[in-house]
C-alpha cells in the first residue's frame, strides 16, 4: 500500500501547547500535503510541501519534510480549543492520485 | 463561491439496493475525485474524473462505478450493496486533473443494514 502512517494515531494537549504530529510515508512523491478533518466531515487542505522543500510555514502551521527518510512533521504552535480535529498527510506517491494516511486524532482540552 | 456540495448528506439502504451519490464541484474546477472512508480502511481512492472521462481509478470492485457531465458535476453508483459499503463517501474537485490540492464537499453518509 501507498498509505502512509501518522504518528501519533491519538494527541491530547492542553490550549496553549504545541502539537506534533509526524508522517511517513513509503514510495517517492513529488508533494505532500496535510489536511484538516472536524468530525464526520471534509477534509479541508491546509498546507502543501514540494519534495524540494525541507520546511514550509502557514499561520501557526509548521511543516517540514525529509525526504531521505521518507517522513514529514505538522506542527501547530498555541493550540486553541478550535485546532480539535484529525490531520492527515497525504502524498501522490509518483501517482495521479492523492494517497491518505491513516490520521493524528488531536484534542485540545481548553 | 459556493464549495463542494454533496447529496444526499445521510442515507440508509439495505443490501442488493443500489445508490447513486451526487457531487457539484467548485466552480472552474473540471477534476472530481472520489473517496471511501471507513474507520477500518481510512481513506481510500475510487477515482478521478477530468473532463467527462475517467483518468484513474482505485482497487474497487465493479459494482462501483461512476460518471461526470458536460457542467463537470460528477455521480457515483454503487451496486448490489455489502454491509462493508457501509462509510462516508467523500468528493473533491480541483482545477486540473492529477495530485493536486483538493477542495472536499461535507461527504455523504451511506449506512447499509
Known amino acids: 500500500s501507498q498509505q502512509g502512517e501518522e504518528d501519533p494515531q491519538a494527541l491530547s494537549i492542553q490550549e496553549g501547547e504545541n502539537a506534533t504530529m509526524n508522517c511517513s510515508y513509503k514510495?517517492?512523491?513529488?508533494?505532500l500535503q496535510w489536511y484538516r478533518q472536524n468530525s464526520g466531515r471534509g477534509l479541508v487542505h491546509l498546507i502543501l510541501?514540494?519534495?524540494?522543500?525541507r520546511e514550509k510555514h502557514s499561520g501557526r502551521l509548521r511543516v517540514t519534510l525529509d525526504t531521505s527518510k521518507k517522513s514529514s512533521s505538522l506542527l501547530i504552535t498555541a493550540s486553541r480549543a478550535a485546532d480539535t480535529a484529525s490531520y492527515f498527510c497525504a502524498t501522490d506517491g509518483g501517482a495521479n492520485n492523492l494517497f491518505f494516511g491513516t490520521g493524528t486524532r488531536l484534542t485540545v482540552i481548553p | 463561491k459556493a464549495g463542494v456540495t454533496q447529496t444526499p448528506r445521510y442515507l440508509i439502504k439495505t443490501r442488493g439496493q443500489q445508490v447513486t451519490l451526487s457531487c457539484s464541484p467548485i466552480s472552474g474546477h473540471r477534476s472530481v475525485s472520489w473517496y471511501q472512508q471507513t474507520p477500518g480502511q481510512g481513506l481510500q481512492f475510487l477515482f478521478e474524473?477530468?473532463?467527462?472521462?475517467?483518468?484513474n481509478k482505485g482497487n474497487f470492485p465493479g459494482r462501483f462505478s461512476g460518471r461526470q457531465f458536460s457542467n463537470s458535476r460528477s455521480e457515483m453508483n454503487v451496486s448490489t450493496l455489502e454491509l462493508g459499503d457501509s462509510a462516508l463517501y467523500l468528493c473533491a474537485s480541483s482545477l486540473a486533473a492529477g495530485a493536486n490540492v483538493l477542495t472536499f464537499g461535507a461527504g455523504s453518509r451511506l449506512t447499509v443494514l
Open positions: 514510495t517517492s512523491i513529488n508533494n
Open positions: 474524473y477530468f473532463s467527462e472521462t475517467q483518468r
Open positions: 510541501i514540494r519534495s524540494n522543500e
